[in-house]
């Protein structure tokens, strides 16, 4: 087995790193009282700046993620990313997962670019179906079910690394990742966007708002694209619409609408589930072509129709008192139809030739989900001698009704090499036709106590009640109940150094069932957490190193149908990130992770000891971005970044490894007054890589060269 990159030498270099980066940030500000250098002034301030609201530059300074109320990112006590708007148009990022391939603790497109899902890994752990939110509201996916988010019709997307459930009941213990909505904010705003990529997809973007009166402000932003995507056969046409309002009757009363309606008509991509010899080792054919598509074109969809509807109401008590009510409404129907290959004929890891035939899997699913949500909250500030509290109680309510029939038929293979589509498909027969139905219910406090001119605690309690049933092939059904907790502590230098360390508990509903245990239990766990954040008093930026130990116990494990749940799986790491305002004009980001994933227990014992298969234990990222402002360059702008992933794992019994790459990407555009043009290139030389295999049947090849070129005026 390779050594692991979470060692103690690793975390005690990394340390020292991060401490040397400290002093030499200290001595700078002592040193240029001594010069003639002049300052950079910081605009923003902690007080001016809305958790919800643009962020200056690549660095925020509050979030609501963390705490559920607005908070300094420095008084969380759990490590918190914040990918604004300018980072988002910087990067040229047109989906979530793009988004977050510079943030640290987070692994991205683990089967390649997927057009429909968002995929993501935090610590180690798959956050894609149990760990995403919307403005704090939990977006519910299952199976095939679940909401697309898109990032145009965002204002940040936010990342809040380890357990949250004492404030979102349950959630991936790895982390979470809540997209934060473009919202009214009083000001006039005429956008507008336009682009195009090399494939020939092209997108009008609009975002448009005004104040119409003193009480009421409203925003309209929305996406329409269409065109072909990068392997054969793949198109889209898809678009994604947010009208919001804000009303205020009085001083003391606001209420924001916020509403999206997301529709998708595609054909599937290719360049997932391939075999591990054809990808990451060649074939005696050599390899399969990376823009390849094993499906069938005649009989390839992929159907979404989606709205969502919601609100935040808040009203002020007084100057330190105020209640809220969050709310939202979901509605998803999505359908599709595919053939993918699995393995090679006789669902073999090795080819045969003389033709190198793959098996396929003929596959259909039609789903549609309900889901309501609501969030309660009494948030107060009161004193009891020195020390200042500042008080949330909350109860809020999930509820889901989900439909899915799942199908699958005879399918006749395909060479690897030359393909030849339209053979008729069996008829597919239904392996599952269900109704799930859940509800939870949650009570949850939180105390933030400020004392001694710079200590922080943060104290955290909160209890769930879980009912989920499920009527239909097959059938389950059952209640749980947990607590869940977190205790924080910090303390806020006066040169902006904050140490922190926390601990907290965990639980996650698990929806299904096997025969040998009935309906799963919730998995649950526990995560220790010590860091620093540095906030510089001379410069626009945020540093911060964390290291945690997280361990995941109730994990499923089994073959189908036989599940059990003795798995554990343990993940320690640091991760490192850095985010800077250098000048108005230069802005950088960095980012380190190294973890050490392993499998504590499992059903198969021969297991234990083992890393998980998929995610990649070590990962870097920098990235930088150059406006010039004067002289005869001025408003060039010239920006990139380099990534690097580890290598993986291809099975959980880690006979078979992915290798590690190294991709560069690249920025250069022009800006003047209030127009501009972006030319983004993703994998600038064309790095042809997996992204990462699970199992030797399914691999998936990572995203190759990409020019996308956007122009774009606000008027």
Request: charged share 20%; hydrophobic share 35%; aromatic share 14%.
């Amino acid at each position: 087995m390779a050594a692991r990159p979470g060692s103690s030498f690793t975390l005690l270099y990394t340390t020292a790193l991060f401490t040397i980066g400290l002093s030499w940030s200290a001595f700078g500000q002592e040193a240029a009282s001594g010069t003639t250098l002049d300052p950079v002034v910081i605009e923003a301030t902690a007080g001016s700046e809305s958790a919800t609201g643009p962020v200056n530059g690549y660095v925020a300074r509050r979030t609501a993620t963390g705490a559920k109320i607005s908070t300094p990112i420095e008084a969380i006590p759990q490590s918190v990313s914040v990918i604004g708007r300018q980072q988002l148009d910087d990067q040229g990022a047109q989906k979530v997962d793009e988004a977050l391939r510079y943030t640290p603790g987070v692994f991205t497109q683990p089967f390649g670019p997927d057009s429909d899902t968002n995929w993501m890994f935090i610590r180690g752990f798959q956050a894609t179906q149990s760990g995403t939110y919307l403005d704090g509201l939990p977006l519910f996916s299952y199976a095939f079910a679940g909401f697309y988010i898109d990032t145009f019709n965002r204002e940040r997307i936010e990342v809040l690394r380890g357990p949250a459930s004492v404030l979102y009941g349950g959630s991936n213990p790895g982390g979470i990742v809540n997209y934060i909505s473009k919202r009214p904010t009083g000001e006039r705003k005429r956008y507008f966007e336009a682009g195009i990529n090399d494939a020939g997809t092209a997108y009008l973007g609009v975002d448009i708002g005004d104040r119409l009166t003193d009480k009421f402000d409203y925003r309209f932003s929305g996406i329409f694209i269409g065109g072909d995507g990068y392997t054969d056969f793949a198109d889209e046409l898809r678009g994604s619409f947010s009208p919001s309002f804000t009303w205020r009757p009085t001083g003391d009363t606001t209420l924001t609408v916020l509403g999206n309606y997301t529709f998708f008509d595609q054909n599937h991509g290719g360049g997932a589930f391939l075999p591990y010899i054809g990808t990451v080792r060649p074939a005696p054919f050599g390899r399969i072509r990376r823009d390849a598509n094993f499906t069938e074109p005649d009989i390839d969809f992929y159907e979404r129709q989606q709205v969502s509807v919601g609100y935040e109401l808040e009203h002020a008590l007084n100057d330190r008192w105020a209640v809220r009510q969050n709310f939202r409404f979901g509605y998803a129907d999505i359908e599709e139809s595919s053939l993918y290959a699995y393995g090679y004929q006789g669902f073999s890891a090795v080819p045969a030739g003389p033709d190198f035939l793959l098996e396929r899997i003929n596959f259909g699913h039609k789903t549609d989900l309900t889901t309501v949500t609501v969030d309660n909250q009494i948030e107060g500030d009161i004193n009891t001698g020195p020390i200042n509290h500042r008080l949330l109680f909350g109860l809020d309510y999930k509820y889901v009704d989900m439909n899915q029939i799942q199908a699958t038929g005879a399918a006749t293979p395909i060479s690897a090499v030359f393909p030849v589509y339209g053979a008729l498909q069996g008829l597919r027969s239904a392996y599952i036709d269900q109704n799930i139905k859940q509800n939870q219910v949650g009570l949850y406090v939180q105390d933030q106590l400020r004392f001694g001119d710079g200590w922080i605690v943060t104290l955290n309690g909160r209890y769930d009640y879980v009912d989920t049933k499920a009527k239909g092939t097959p059938e389950f059904k059952g209640t749980d109940a947990k607590f869940s907790g977190r205790a924080g502590l910090a303390y806020e230098f006066d040169n902006g150094i904050t140490p922190y360390a926390s601990v907290a508990t965990f639980f996650l509903p698990s929806v299904g069932s096997s025969l040998a245990t009935n309906m799963f239990k919730p998995e649950s766990g526990h995560q220790y957490e010590v860091g620093v954040k540095y906030r510089p008093t001379f410069v626009d930026g945020l540093f911060t190193v964390s290291f945690f130990d997280l361990t995941r116990q109730n994990v499923i494990t089994g073959p189908y149908l036989a599940e059990t749940q003795i798995g554990e799986v343990n993940s320690q790491g640091v991760e490192l990130e850095a985010k800077v305002n250098i000048t108005d004009n230069l802005r950088v980001l960095a980012s380190f992770t190294a973890f050490n994933l392993e499998i504590t227990d499992d059903a198969d014992t021969s297991l234990i000891g083992n890393t998980p298969f998929i995610v990649p234990e070590q990962q870097a990222a920098l990235g930088v971005d150059y406006t010039f402002d004067s002289g005869m360059l001025k408003g060039l702008v010239l920006g990139g970044g380099v990534r690097y992933v580890g290598s993986s794992w291809v099975d959980n019994a880690n006979t078979l490894k992915v290798p590690s790459a190294t991709v560069f990407d690249a920025r250069i555009g022009y800006k003047r007054d209030n127009w501009g043009a972006d030319l983004n290139i993703t994998n600038l030389f064309d790095k042809k890589y997996v992204a990462s295999c699970q199992t030797q049947f399914s691999c998936g090849y990572a995203e190759g060269r990409v020019f996308k070129f956007k122009a774009h005026i606000d008027l």
